[in-house]
């Protein structure tokens, strides 16, 4: 079971609103509130504003962990860069521990999913994905690929796994060129320049952090969002 800490991103669904705040299922033990004054400002005013109009029961929405101490349930905020109501993709449940290991080092197994399905993955770090692209066959491919990263999680050579379920080809060693010695004998040959690997994705396993692979929006068409358990 999720256990929230400050600053985690987590995927939840608007289960409950007072005329203060929303609940949120978080996938936890604990109960997560959005105030209503973190979407509508410090001037928000129950008596005048809708908060259906904003967030309705049922929606799906990416949010930050803003205070939890255990003594009281976990305070959530939208105020970051790519937080807010998820308008459609594929929705799954994993277990939080596997999300490190689904993100990879350096993002590299999850960068492996989308390049390979043509599409975008968010993952909240409470074990919940959404998944969007273009075909409801990437779709479809991404969602057996994720499963198979948490059913064999603690097995070893899994991206090479993933790589044959999505049939990515094996790349290359890139070739070193042979040492040209110098007029004298004894120069130091060219060695091939080793490409630096791009990263867009914090170490999850040095960080412990889930990282935001896809916003929730974006151009691609998806699916409206659908409860896969």
């Known amino acids: ?3 929230p800490r400050v600053n985690d991103l987590v995927i939840g669904k608007i289960v409950d609103h007072t005329s203060l705040s929303w609940e949120v299922d978080i996938n936890s033990c604990f109960s997560a509130n959005l105030p209503a004054s973190d979407v509508f400002g410090r001037d928000f005013s129950p008596a005048r504003d809708d908060m259906t109009k904003h967030l309705a029961i049922g929606d799906m929405i990416t949010a930050r962990v803003a205070a939890f101490d255990r003594t009281r ?3 959530l905020t939208l105020q970051d860069r790519d937080l807010g109501k998820i308008p459609r993709g594929e929705l ?3 277990s939080a521990t596997r999300v490190p290991r689904l993100i990879g080092k350096r993002g590299s ?8 399905t043509q599409t975008r993955v ?12 273009r075909s409801p066959e990437g779709i479809e491919q991404a969602v057996k690929a994720i ?11 899994l991206t090479q796994r993933i790589k044959v379920l999505l049939n990515v080809p094996d790349t290359p060693a890139a070739e070193v060129p042979p040492a040209s010695n110098g007029s004298n004998g004894s120069g130091n040959g060219g060695a091939a320049a080793v490409p630096q690997e791009t990263t867009t994705r914090a170490d999850s396993s040095a960080s412990g952090e ?20």
């Open 210 to 229: 889930a990282t935001t692979a896809a916003e929730g929006g974006g151009e691609e068409e998806g699916m409206e969002v659908e409860d896969q358990k």
């Open 122 to 133: 968010l993952i909240g770090q409470n074990g919940i994905v959404v998944v969007t692209g």
């Open 109 to 116: 197994m999850i960068q492996t999913i989308e390049q390979a």
């Open 147 to 157: 499963r198979m990263v948490e059913d064999e999680a603690h097995t070893s050579n």
């Open 1 to 3: 079971m999720y256990i």
């Open 73 to 75: 349930d976990p305070m």
């Open 92 to 94: 799954l449940k994993i």
